[in-house]
């Protein structure tokens, strides 16, 4: 896994692939990258996106911008069947490679366990270089607006380690949203502003967009089925029904080839789901360990605390008794 050097990079595109827990407003955010309607988006905890999806927008200096909204990649309560095939779907999508990888969060909400684990979940599953290609976007900046707050401000109020963590893994690419303002001039200003990140994330990656073996895997099949099928209608001398055999045995072929990228994925996400569990297991085993040790040292302090409660009653009684007996003989 990883970078692949003899890549075809020099094409006058981006693909950005946005991912993040579900209500987080992923695909609202992909309406305000494309300037336009085209994701269905609302408020909702069960979700809108539940399949993959890719749009294209032009942007001034006319570079085409791929937009792939996702469902809950990574979401290990989704069934496993979903996922794989989502993954793969994705992969689909960006098998030419991916420019930026944009992790959609949100300020109304504090970073979850399970965020923590989805993105521990790429890094897992695609490797640590996934890192160099990722972004934060904060949705809810109308929120902090309201409050006169900047994303420092956020950051500053109790900011869980776990999203510092994070912060530090993608070299502090963050950029706040707001995706319900009417104001044009504001929503050029966010656009422009992830726009400059995803061209530094260009630039420290020396213009190459992330791939992985799947992605080759992928593309390779994809650009050798029309040669083949082209090659198949060129023929001549052959019966229609022997063409039809051969274009039969070429999508076999490419079937196969899914089936053996999907068993890939699938075995990937087995081996990143049982990581997690074991991590969670040992953060639970550390956690009820220290929660034993606090409890006990908890319990010597209440001992302590009783016993210096009765030294000092055992004190201020014979105190007491040695006043009374004082009076009593004078």
Known sequence: MGIYDDWEFASPFRTVVLVGRTGNGKSATCNSILRRSSFKSMSSSAGVTSTCELRRTVLEDGLILNVIDTPGLFDFSAEPEFMRKEIVNCINMAKDGIHAVLVVLSVRSRFSREEEAAVESLREFFGSKIGDYMILVFTG??????????????????????????????????????????????????????????????????????????????????????????????????????????????????????????????????????????????????RLKAESLAQAAQKESDDEIRKLREHLERAHRETEELRKQAEIGK
């Open 141 to 286: 900046g109308d929120d902090l607006e309201e409050n006169d707050e900047s994303l420092d401000d956020y950051f500053g109020r109790d900011c869980p380690e776990p999203l510092n963590e994070t912060l530090r893994m993608c070299g502090n690419r963050c950029v706040l949203f707001d995706n319900r303002t009417k104001d044009e001039s504001k929503k050029a200003e966010q656009l422009m502003e992830l726009l400059s990140l995803v061209n530094a994330v260009v630039d420290n990656n020396d213009g190459k967009p992330y791939t992985h073996e799947l992605f080759f895997e992928l593309k390779a099949g994809a650009l050798k089925l029309p040669d083949q099928t082209a090659e198949v209608n060129s023929l001549e001398g052959y019966s229609e029904q022997e063409i039809s055999k051969l274009t039969e045995q070429f999508n076999k072929s490419y079937e196969e080839q899914l089936k053996r990228i999907t068993e890939t994925v699938e075995s990937k996400l087995r081996e990143t789901s049982h990581r997690l569990e074991q991590q969670l297991a040992e953060e639970q085993v550390a």
